[in-house]
């Protein structure tokens, strides 16, 4: 992979971690505090949920910006989407028939991810071997 096609990638996927973390809180609130109430998510931990997610998904995106230990941020984020992708599943799988496809693109952010942490470590074998 390109070096700076590695660092585009990096860089969008922090854009998303960011944008979903300020759309969670500033965006449709009341959408998110909808959905949990159907999953029988109420009340302060509907709120605490919403804020904690909002916290985690910032820290993934600046963490990436980082690039400081990118497997581990890259780990965490493929850890991250699965909860997320099974608690909304329990919640309301119709989330995999929806038009905008709020869980089936976790497929395709799952693959990238995989080719950036592949993409990652021939890096630091790179790094590693002499020249």
Known sequence: M????????????SLLWITTA???????????ISVLANGGITGGF??????GGAAVDTMIGVWLLTGWKLKECLIAQGIVIIIYTGLLTVIDSSFWSHPFGPLTKNIPIIVLIAILFEQN??????KKAPH
């Open 2 to 13: 390109h070096p700076v096609l590695f660092i585009f990638s990096r860089f969008s996927l």
């Open 121 to 126: 470590e021939r890096n630091i074998q790179y």
């Open 22 to 32: 300020y759309a969670s809180v500033f965006g449709d609130y009341n959408f998110g």
């Open 46 to 51: 509907a709120d605490l949920s919403i804020f």
